[in-house]
């Protein structure tokens, strides 16, 4: 990825890893930051045959789309079988996972097969991780449910270990805690936010989980790419974006606020690229992920973009 322009847009965990089985926006404070070109991914719904898999691979190509992800939850098909048949159907698109459970893994397993995908993609495969946080989810696969600190430090455990092993390999965290933003801002390249609420005259929560990953990544800062994953896009010429998905993460908010958030684009083809240019301005962020559901709509805004 180069970069182009320059833009305005702290912390040890210090624990030993444990094993594991629209609106206005306040002003921010801009400091000096190399801005990345713009990267867009799109996550994959769609799963249930092989036809489906590589039509939405060849489909996301297509539209511009840079990286075709999937997720990492039991009930829902394994990552690694499902990107390995979209890569057979694509020859640019990168594929990743958003995210890993990290604590459902070895490190060194999770290194064996990482590497597999590496090499069969010719090195388009990035690696998304997270701490995992539903219980209900290790109870199923037998596995103890540690602690938010300690499956935090057994993230950070495994991401060094794929550092480590294969350095060539982007490594994304995602998340939104202070210990796991800081393991992020240390050993990733890649940072996942979640956006947070809406920002008002005082207080602007994205501005302000940027301000802290800084802090923490110290010197190479100017090294990470920031991702934000936008959950509600209008796909009809309303303007008028579906919420349901931007309210699961913010239930109390009304949809006045909702669509204020980060997240939540409305209005125009336009509208929506002006705000993601604002969003790569005012704050650095330059890789934004939308659904599936969403990627015909957006698409009109990555051609505007670009």
Known sequence: MNT???????????????????????????VEHMTRDFRFGVGLRHTDSRSAVQDAARRGEDLGYDVLL??????????????????AASSTLHLGTFVFNACFYKPA??????????DLTEGRFEAGLGAGYVK???????LPFPSAGNRVAYTAHVTSYLRTHLPDVPVMIAGAGDKLLTVAA????????????????DHDPLAERISFVRNAAGDRFD????????????????????LSMTRRFQPDL?????????????????????????????????YFIVQQQHSEAFAKVIAELR
């Open 254 to 286: 009304s949809d006045a606020e909702l669509l204020t958030t980060p997240g939540a684009l409305s209005g125009s083809t336009t509208d929506m690229a002006a705000r993601i240019r604002d969003l790569r301005d005012r704050y650095g962020v330059t």
């Open 223 to 242: 090294e990470l790419e920031l991702n934000l994953a936008i959950t509600a896009v209008p796909t009809d010429g309303s303007g008028i974006p579906d």
């Open 136 to 142: 209900e989810e290790f109870d199923a696969a037998e």
């Open 186 to 201: 240390q050993q990733a390249q890649i940072i996942g936010l979640t956006g947070g609420g809406p920002p008002s005259a």
């Open 4 to 30: 182009t322009t320059q833009t305005a847009v702290s912390v040890s965990l210090g624990r030993t890893p444990a094993v594991c089985t629209g609106g206005h926006a306040p002003r921010v404070r801009k």
């Open 70 to 87: 999937v997720p990492d939850h039991l009930g829902a098909p394994a990552p690694f079988p499902v990107l390995a048949t979209a890569a």
């Open 109 to 118: 397993l999770l290194a064996r097969d990482i590497a597999a995908m590496r």
